[in-house]
């Protein structure tokens, strides 16, 4: 493994880590949300 490589690793866990502590993963759909998304 490269150290380019096992930086990004660390950086991919962590920002993994990261929507787990916000809860921003498994959260349930929000249409009003959607729907702004592909205004943009």
Do not use: K, N
């Not at 690793?9 to 592909?38: I, K, N």
Request: glycine share 8%; no cysteine; charged share 25%.
């Amino acid at each position: 493994m490269t150290e380019q490589s096992a930086g990004s690793s660390w950086a991919e866990e962590e920002r993994l880590a990261a929507f787990y502590w916000t809860g921003l993963l498994d959260t349930p759909p929000e249409q009003a949300y959607d729907d702004l998304v592909r205004l943009g």
